[in-house]
């Protein structure tokens, strides 16, 4: 459920236009926040996602992903 929201939030911002993303777009963190997670937790998924490849990218910044649009990849 958490990851759900946390990629519904991906889609969001794409439709903002955001090129990048990091934990401090999903703030806030813990039971107050739409994921209800903490910010190691977000980190960590953002992570994953980035090493997937689908949805981010790493950036030479720290903490910082691009935003990929995996629909226009396919």
Not at 11 to 37: M, N, S, T, W
């Amino acid at each position: 459920e958490a990851l759900a929201e946390l990629m519904t939030m991906l889609v969001e911002y794409r439709e903002q236009g955001l090129d990048e993303v990091g934990p401090r777009h999903f703030q806030p963190y813990g039971k107050d926040g739409r994921i209800g997670k903490s910010r190691g937790w977000i980190s960590e998924r953002l992570c994953e996602l980035a090493d997937d490849g689908i949805h981010l990218e790493e950036t030479e910044t720290a903490g910082t992903y691009k935003l990929l649009y995996p629909a226009l990849a396919a």
